[in-house]
């Protein structure tokens, strides 16, 4: 993987390699390197195989991370491609003309999180959500108990129990331990 790390830096502008185990590294890219890395990185190694692909929303910094998972099939080895894009200009380039099951997850991540990847075929179909109307629900900034409170009412009839209270009245104080 020392080639490689070297080329990415190289070619790329690649910062922070890392080793997370022997078969599984890690390096940043910025955003707009990303898409021709990745495509040299199918071309030009092992590393051929989309694993996955995800975000995670970073509210403090203002900013997203795409984490794109390259696997070598044969080689049993892993490089996680990060980049981080503006959380307001939630926007990355579409790997599906490299990838084409990068549609399904480019899909989830508009869907979940808001980031949006012009030109992908599927971006604006409902995935999970149906008829969603809300904050994307990934987003750190998404109140979930709000939500709940809003679309979704309490049931008359229903209470909150605490269960070591529940456990209490209904055996005894110890009795769900067989004691008395």
């Known amino acids: 993987m020392e ?18 185990r022997d078969d599984l590294y890690g390096v940043v890219l910025p955003p707009d390197r990303v898409v021709p890395a990745l495509g040299w990185l ?8 989309l694993t996955h692909l995800t975000a995670v929303d970073w509210i403090e910094d203002g900013e997203f991370q795409l984490t794109y998972l390259l696997t070598d099939p044969h080689g049993h080895r892993s490089l996680m491609v990060d980049t981080r894009i503006d959380r307001a200009r939630a926007e990355a380039e579409s790997i599906h003309r490299l990838w084409p099951q990068a ?7 508009h869907e979940m999180f ?10 604006g179909m409902p995935f999970i959500l149906e008829g969603w109307r809300d ?7 998404f109140d979930t108990l709000a939500y709940v409170e809003k679309h979704h009412p309490m049931r008359p009839g229903r209470e909150h129990t605490d269960p070591r209270t529940y456990v209490g009245k209904v055996f005894g104080e110890r ?4 004691e008395k």
Not at 114 to 123: K, V
């Open 3 to 20: 080639n490689v790390r070297e080329e990415l830096q190289r070619r790329f502008g690649a910062t922070g390699w890392r080793r997370q």
């Open 114 to 123: 808001g980031i949006a990847f012009p030109g992908s075929p599927r971006q």
């Open 135 to 141: 904050l994307p629900p990934m987003r750190r900034d």
């Open 42 to 49: 199918k071309a030009h190694t092992p590393l051929v195989q």
């Open 175 to 178: 009795g769900y331990l067989g």
């Open 103 to 109: 549609v399904t997850y480019e899909q989830e991540i």
